[in-house]
């Protein structure tokens, strides 16, 4: 018996206790043995396998399923033939390659002949990280080059004084050094100034030290507030606000200057915000989707600012909503993209970060690495993920369109029949989420308590693993929304099954006590 058998037979965790006891508390302590397409199997008690019906769908990265069977096989070749995980510092062909497939697919998306140069990852919330700090790096030296500019028209302005070859205005300073001196100490407060990020509310872009910065659930982001560049978070259903935000933390700077042989005080705008981030649709914050009128004031006010934007489509993108790219329908077109999640093909940690080539920096590539990121292995898999997308002309999106739809159908028609339970249903595409009314008002004692506790999503979904062998669960900053992210191989009978699930489980919130939803 191994060291981890004999903890597990004595019943210590040492996994994340925590974590499991919570979700013992909703019934949702299962372990999966195997996956298949849309479907985990549960080993049961006599040792069969139990399947269940997966919705979840790894947080959006099961596009294809699990398990999908052209891309493992592909992986078994690449193993079998002994491809590198690690060459670091060498030629990455495969990770170029993986790069101009996806500048393909955006310049197709986009309409235009924008192109992107790639720095790859593990996860979604370290592409967001690189994407946070190549844009800081990028408003640095941008900084450097204006202070400079700026200390260079100063000693510029003083010497031609020095000379009389310009003069200054009556009451501007006393002496040249003077006025130099000034706008140096009111200069340098300005430049000593922490960046600022700018997040539609309800973002989520991860949890690592800066993307949790850029998360708008307190619970995640307030305990390390102190360790990273912050963001103003902006109201979505607000016209204008964006514009007013903006301009309250309008940042400026002073130069001199000569015209007509006289001293000038010119006021110049500073770079303050390092970037725009926002998800097309809103997934951890409740399944919200953008509006056309948002993403418009976004794409002007980044415009005529300057601020770059960061795209993230970590869980909308490849596919999932009906285009490769969610911010494709919004008319939005980013100065940064980040995708993830179904790049790896359900098997892969693949993710890459996007930068619009006039705005890369080379030497980001010597500041920011990582040991297991553009590897062969999980490139190659994204290029056979991609080749699966792009293949019959993408008939993967059109049916992503289409089972959404569909899914969206039936969601809807759940909300009809229960008005009183099911408060809306919303999203595009395979990325839905069904949002139910606030319970903690409710007359009967146990629904009141599980809406109380701050995890009725999560209750609601253990009901649904026992009673129908359905797996879902609910977005992490708005716990009473539910959000289903199946593959695009999605059949009606699993629509139909989870029609059943949901039915039965808003009948049990509106008719009963509530008991049925915590486990027994």
Same mark, same amino acid.
């Not at 018996?1 to 965790?13: D, L, V, Y």
């Not at 926002?278 to 056309?292: R, S």
């Given at each position: 018996?191994?060291?981890?058998? $004999?903890? !597990?037979?004595?019943?210590?965790?040492y996994?994340?206790?925590f974590?499991?006891? #919570?979700?013992?508390?909703?019934?949702?302590?299962?372990?999966?043995?195997?996956?298949?397409?849309?479907?985990?199997?549960?080993?049961?008690?006599?040792?069969?396998?139990?399947?269940?019906?997966?919705?979840?769908?790894?947080?959006?990265?099961?596009?294809?399923?699990?398990?999908?069977?052209? +891309? /493992?096989?592909?992986?078994?070749?690449?193993?079998?033939?002994?491809?590198?995980?690690h060459?670091?510092?060498?030629?990455?062909?495969?990770?170029n390659?993986?790069?101009?497939?996806? /500048?393909?697919i955006?310049?197709?998306?986009?309409?235009?002949?924008?192109?992107?140069? &790639?720095?790859f990852?593990?996860?979604?919330?370290?592409a967001?990280?690189?994407?946070?700090?190549?844009?800081e790096?990028?408003?640095?030296l941008?900084?450097a080059?204006?202070?400079?500019?700026i200390?260079?028209?100063?000693?510029?302005v $003083?010497?031609?004084?020095?000379?009389?070859t310009?003069?200054?205005?009556?009451?501007?300073?006393?002496?040249?050094?003077?006025?130099a001196?000034?706008?140096?100490?009111? /200069?340098?407060?300005?430049?000593a100034?922490?960046?600022?990020?700018?997040v539609?509310?309800?973002?989520? !872009?991860?949890?690592?030290?800066?993307s949790?910065?850029?998360?708008?659930?307190?619970?995640?982001?307030?305990?390390?507030?102190?360790l990273? &560049?912050?963001?103003? *978070?902006v109201?979505?259903?607000q016209?204008?606000?964006?514009?007013?935000?903006?301009?309250?933390?309008r940042?400026?700077?002073?130069?001199?200057? @000569?015209?007509?042989?006289?001293?000038?005080?010119v006021?110049?705008?500073?770079?303050?915000?390092t970037?725009?981030?926002?998800?097309?649709?809103?997934?951890?914050?409740?399944? !919200?989707?953008?509006?056309?009128?948002?993403?418009?004031?976004?794409?002007? @006010?980044? &415009?005529e600012?300057?601020?770059?934007? #960061?795209?993230?489509?970590?869980? $909308?993108?490849?596919?999932?909503?009906?285009?490769?790219?969610?911010?494709?329908r919004?008319?939005?077109?980013?100065?940064?993209?980040?995708?993830?999640?179904?790049?790896?093909?359900?098997?892969?940690?693949?993710?890459v970060?996007?930068?619009?080539?006039?705005?890369?920096?080379?030497?980001?590539?010597l500041?920011?690495?990582?040991?297991?990121?553009?590897?062969?292995?999980?490139?190659f898999?994204?290029?056979?993920?991609?080749?699966?997308?792009e293949?019959?002309?993408?008939?993967?999106?059109?049916?992503?369109?289409?089972?959404?739809?569909?899914?969206?159908?039936?969601?809807?028609?759940?909300?009809?029949?229960?008005?009183?339970?099911?408060?809306?249903?919303?999203?595009?595409?395979?990325?839905?989420?069904?949002?139910?009314?606030?319970?903690?008002g409710?007359?009967?004692?146990?629904?009141?308590?599980?809406?109380?506790?701050? *995890?009725?999503?999560?209750?609601?979904?253990? !009901?649904?693993?026992?009673?129908?062998?359905?797996?879902? *669960?609910?977005?992490?900053?708005a716990?009473?929304?539910?959000?289903?992210?199946?593959?695009?191989?999605l059949?009606?009978?699993? +629509?139909?099954?989870?029609?059943?699930?949901?039915?039965?489980?808003?009948?049990?919130?509106?008719?009963?006590?509530?008991?049925?939803?915590?486990?027994?």
């Open positions: 018996m191994t060291e981890s058998t $004999t903890a !597990h037979a004595a019943g210590s965790e996994a994340e206790p974590l499991l006891e #919570v979700l013992a508390s909703g019934g949702l302590d299962a372990e999966y043995v195997r996956g298949e397409g849309n479907t985990l199997y549960l080993r049961g008690e006599n040792g069969d396998e139990i399947p269940v019906l997966d919705f979840v769908g790894g947080y959006g990265s099961l596009m294809l399923g699990h398990n999908h069977p052209e +891309i /493992n096989a592909y992986a078994k070749e690449l193993l079998d033939g002994g491809t590198p995980v060459a670091q510092f060498s030629r990455h062909p495969y990770a390659d993986v790069a101009a497939v996806l /500048n393909r955006i310049q197709r998306e986009r309409g235009d002949d924008e192109s992107y140069y &790639a720095i990852a593990n996860s979604g919330a370290e967001n990280e690189a994407a946070m700090k190549h844009a790096l990028d408003r640095g941008r900084v080059a204006l202070a400079e500019e200390d260079g028209h100063i000693t510029e $003083t010497a031609r004084v020095a000379d009389g310009a003069v200054l205005p009556a009451g501007l300073a006393d002496s040249a050094e003077e006025l001196a000034e706008v140096r100490r009111r /200069n340098e407060a300005q430049f100034r922490q960046p600022l990020f700018l539609p509310e309800g973002g989520f !872009h991860g949890k690592l030290a800066g949790v910065q850029l998360t708008h659930n307190e619970v995640y982001r307030l305990p390390f507030r102190a990273a &560049a912050q963001a103003r *978070f109201p979505r259903d016209p204008g606000a964006l514009r007013k935000i903006v301009q309250e933390e940042a400026t700077v002073l130069d001199l200057a @000569v015209e007509g042989g006289e001293v000038q005080l006021e110049r705008d500073f770079p303050l915000f970037a725009f981030v926002l998800e097309p649709v809103l997934g951890e914050g409740g399944i !919200h989707e953008l509006t056309p009128a948002f993403a418009r004031e976004v794409q002007e @006010v980044c &415009a600012t300057g601020i770059p934007l #960061v795209i993230d489509e970590i869980q $909308t993108g490849m596919g999932r909503t009906g285009t490769f790219l969610a911010a494709t919004l008319g939005l077109k980013g100065d940064y993209y980040t995708l993830a999640k179904s790049l790896g093909g359900g098997i892969a940690k693949a993710a970060m996007l930068v619009r080539r006039p705005l890369y920096r080379g030497q980001f590539e500041a920011h690495s990582s040991t297991f990121a553009k590897d062969s292995f999980s490139c898999v994204a290029l056979k993920v991609l080749e699966l997308m293949a019959d002309g993408g008939a993967v999106y059109r049916a992503a369109a289409e089972r959404g739809e569909r899914l969206l159908t039936m969601l809807r028609s759940v909300r009809d029949d229960f008005p009183e339970v099911v408060k809306d249903v919303r999203g595009r595409g395979l990325m839905l989420g069904l949002e139910f009314h606030d319970q903690s409710a007359a009967a004692e146990p629904l009141r308590q599980v809406a109380l506790s701050g *995890f009725f999503g999560y209750f609601v979904a253990g !009901h649904l693993l026992r009673a129908h062998r359905i797996r879902v *669960f609910p977005t992490s900053s716990v009473n929304t539910l959000r289903f992210e199946p593959s695009v191989y059949t009606d009978e699993e +629509i139909g099954r989870l029609e059943t699930g949901l039915r039965d489980v808003c009948a049990v919130i509106r008719d009963t006590d509530g008991a049925d939803l915590a486990p027994r």
